[in-house]
């Protein structure tokens, strides 16, 4: 939730001297929402490296045990290959270009691949000179209905026609996978139920023995007016109905998370530059690294960072302009912060561990928000404890 204001107790006051915005990084809720996945949820999961690919984000990943990744492009590809090269890649990017699809698997050992279509069926075994080693992964076009955001209008074979994709991929691949996306920032659990029903039904039709079940992505964060049920529901959903498909012991099942485990663990500090009226223009913005807070209008939990200074105990609602020249870096909100904010606060904006970093542009010749600072406090908001409003009384930092 928004509360306000905190107290900001650094041990280099100089890091909020610097014109440029930069991120807090949480390592322990890292390890915490990863430790969480890992003990309530019987799936194999392959992190969504385009969530955020920071590397540090990247080898606590793997260092709690986490070693296989979803990888939608080749850059992804190297950088994983680079840091860990014994980790396991699934290319599900569902329409690859010849080049990435050639180099991944021969310069790089991805056999896993995605696919919606016959065209980008052949695509693949005529770059991987037919190999006989592949792993092929159809996605289903699922309704996303419980989604905050859409993704079945670009991706997905028809389920009418998937069973004979799946028969066509079957003659060809090492081992047969189905997968499909419920939409990202999913609401209910009963997306994925549906979409398992779905894909069951696409099975029977088919009459191919499959060896991967992957439910994607589409686990959700918190944010204010947004709060999902408990993630354990979606586990239990998922759970409950992967048990009724037929064979599902003979298959492995896989997810994609990526916001749900990344979210929470990175803050962005921003300073404002002016202010008129209920309007904050801030030196971050919608082409740096809060594009969520503009084009979906996502509303993040925001803290005004005050050291002496008192400030009002009266909230006000604001919106936020970013520092380029374009009308459209605009983030309406509404943002509650201390009603007497002003030109050369600072104000942390919370769960910006997800598509923050990974979606910044340098427009207008704007930095990029690169610094990061390690710190061990807690999160605005949280998906896992009890207590999901944290008075978040101080913020400490641990390494730079």
Do not use: W
């Not at 385009?50 to 793997?62: E, I």
């Not at 270009?97 to 050992?109: L, P, V």
């Not at 056999?111 to 052949?122: H, M, Q, T």
């Amino acid at each position: 939730m928004n509360s306000g204001k905190t107290t900001l107790e650094v041990i280099d006051s100089s890091e909020l001297l610097s014109p440029r915005p930069f991120f807090v990084f949480r390592p322990h809720t890292l390890e915490k929402s990863i430790s969480f996945f890992k003990q309530n949820f019987n799936a194999t999961n392959l992190y969504a490296v385009k969530t955020n690919p920071d590397v540090a984000v990247l080898n606590h990943m793997y260092d709690s045990g986490i070693n296989s990744f979803d990888v939608a492009s080749l850059d992804e590809i190297e950088l994983i290959h680079g840091l860990f090269p014994d980790a396991k890649m699934f290319f599900m990017h569902p329409v690859k270009s010849r080049d990435a699809i050639k180099e991944a698997y021969f310069t790089y050992g991805v056999r896993d691949f995605s696919l919606d279509s016959k065209d980008e069926l052949k695509k693949i075994l005529k770059e991987t000179n037919n190999a006989k080693d592949l792993n092929l992964h159809v996605r289903l076009s699922i309704p996303n209905n419980f989604a905050e955001m859409a993704l079945s209008e670009k991706f997905g074979e028809n389920l009418q026609k998937a069973p004979d994709l799946l028969a066509k991929v079957a003659a060809y691949a090492q081992k047969v996978g189905i997968c499909f996306h419920v939409g990202s920032q999913c609401m209910h659990p009963n997306a994925y139920k549906i979409a398992i029903r779905m894909a069951g039904e696409v099975i029977e039709q088919s009459g191919i023995k499959i060896d991967y079940f992957n439910v994607g992505g589409g686990f959700p964060s918190i944010y204010p007016g947004m709060i999902p049920p408990d993630m354990k529901g979606y586990f239990e959903a998922i759970h409950q109905e992967f048990a009724r498909l037929k064979n599902h012991e003979n298959m492995q099942l896989l997810a994609e998370p990526g916001r749900a485990l990344v979210a929470e663990c990175m803050s962005l500090i921003v300073r404002v530059d002016l202010r008129k009226g209920r309007n904050l223009y801030i030196n971050d913005g919608t082409y740096g690294s809060l594009f969520d807070a503009g084009i979906p209008n996502f509303i993040f939990p925001v803290k005004l960072l005050c050291n002496d200074k008192v400030y009002s105990s009266d909230l006000a609602s604001f919106s936020f302009y970013g520092p380029t020249c374009d009308s459209m870096d605009f983030m309406k909100g509404p943002f509650y912060l201390p009603s007497d904010t002003e030109e050369g606060d600072y104000i942390e904006i919370g769960q910006m561990g997800a598509y923050g970093r990974t979606m910044a542009t340098r427009f207008n010749g704007f930095s990029v928000a690169d610094d990061m600072t390690y710190v061990y406090d807690e999160p605005l908001m949280t998906m896992y404890s009890e207590n999901q409003n944290y008075s978040h009384e101080s913020f400490e930092v641990i390494a730079a």
